[in-house]
DNA sequence: ACCTGAACACCGTTCAAGT
DNA sequence: ACCTGAACACCGTTCAAGT
């Protein structure tokens, strides 16, 4: 019907920039920061770039991949303590390095609970980008720097990330999706419930389950990760 | 067209099985076991009962509640150690309540390991059935009875189940789903192809990056967390 | 080689309308 | 009340065919 000739794209799209990997994960970071992981979908990402979803799948093998490629974006933002640059070598008070794994794991964290849904994507990912290398080198020389024997070092550095990620991607839903924020109060109302006659420890301790905020908890939990790490000796 | 009005159905099916709550649930459960959770979807269900998926609706707020359901349902076959049912009260020899808590969190993992999807899903859920219920009681118990500050307790059981959990979930891909598995590989050999050079660390502890067995950095990543639950004080 | 139109095989949830 | 047909607004991935 209507002539298809007519070259217009050629004026009106700023030279429609070339596929290329570093467009892609670009325009797809873009799309996240602005509207959230879920906006970032192949067909969204397709029709950004002025193409068909197919044509994706020449620079990225899958959804999984592409996910992985933003994290290690995102990790680039990731500032590793002193300490862990330094690694190896215990300088300062002692105990320093137990502060600068908090201070990174923490920060880490920041970074995934601005994206909860990446948290969740990273948790069944087996990162492998350069940044996430980076990352685990920081948090091995600083278990390294606070003499952890080797094998625990390996074994906890993999019981710390997977802390992290798993507590960004479960506060994760909570804020963003719509639907789950009921589930926090009919479990809040479940425990409330439970009489100390079915339940008697948790009748006891109930205050205790909702005491502290977000943040003490956390550190908390990493404090007490590292303990753990430091002081349990692995087996063989 | 067709008249409408044979009551074929009266004859053919077993009775249409009145819909209901516990109706679905059984359904979703029976096709998670065949098929795996993620052919239980609300259309599939729909369709196995012979009706829209907006019938389903009526028994559950969405499929995020559904999957709490069938959390709890498969709850019901967990055990709890002789430990936890006679809690709060210490007997026996001295440090039985650590071996009690391994051996219900490897059972609870054990059990979400048959269903990585459903993990996933739990990760993002705060489930709040009666048999979640149990087992959160079951770990205070056990916390308790090893002399645990109330405090500690309270947030180290939140601490265990999450990583119980979300060791299933990260799992889970890998064998389940057909595209995850390239990512071990890539991040395996991005860690081998490390050089010591950029990365000391990885370099120098390289082989325990990847040694044990799953079974053996399970049990001591709990026995980690335990040490590190009971030893670490909460703040204020 | 590199790219893509069109198709395959699906999703969850809502709501107006029926019984 | 309880239930549902039909629609809304989408998905990821493949593959034969084009340039």
Redesign the interface.
Same mark, same amino acid.
């Given at each position: 019907m209507s002539p298809r000739r007519v070259p217009v794209s050629r004026r009106d799209r700023p030279a429609k920039a070339l596929l290329s990997r570093e467009g892609l994960v670009a325009t797809a970071l873009r799309i996240m920061h602005d509207e959230g992981l879920e906006r970032v979908t192949m067909r969204r990402l397709a029709s950004e770039l002025d193409t068909g979803p197919a044509s994706l799948y020449v620079y990225v *093998?899958?959804t999984? $991949?592409l996910h /992985?490629a933003l994290l290690d974006e995102l990790l680039l933002g990731l500032e590793l303590p002193a300490e862990a640059v330094a690694? /190896?070598r215990p300088k300062g008070s002692v105990e320093r390095w137990r502060e600068g794994l908090v201070e990174l794991l923490c920060g880490y964290t920041a970074l995934l609970l601005g994206h909860p849904s990446l948290a !969740?994507s990273v948790?069944?990912? !087996?990162? =492998?980008?350069p940044n996430y290398? *980076?990352l685990?080198?920081a948090l091995?020389?600083l278990l !390294?720097a606070g003499g952890v024997p080797?094998?625990q070092?390996?074994?906890? %550095? +993999?019981?710390l990330l #997977?802390?992290a @990620?798993? @507590?960004a &991607?479960?506060q /994760?839903?909570r804020d963003e999706s719509v +639907?789950?924020d009921? $589930?926090?109060h009919? #479990?809040a109302?479940?425990?409330r419930e439970?009489t100390g006659d079915e339940?008697?420890?948790?009748g006891?301790?109930r205050d $205790?389950?909702f =005491?502290?905020t977000g943040e #003490? *908890?956390l *550190?908390?939990?990493f404090?007490?990760?590292?303990? /753990? %790490?430091a002081?349990?000796a692995?087996? &063989?």
């Open positions: *093998r899958n999984a $991949e /992985g690694a /190896g !969740r948790l069944t990912l !087996r990162p =492998s980008g290398l *980076r685990i080198e091995l020389g !390294r080797e094998r070092a390996a074994w906890g %550095v +993999d019981l #997977q802390h @990620t798993a @507590t &991607a479960e /994760g839903t +639907d789950a009921g $589930e926090i009919t #479990q109302m479940a425990i439970a339940y008697p420890n948790i006891l301790v $205790e389950l =005491s502290g #003490q *908890r *550190r908390w939990m404090a007490a990760l590292i303990e /753990g %790490v002081t349990t692995t087996p &063989a």
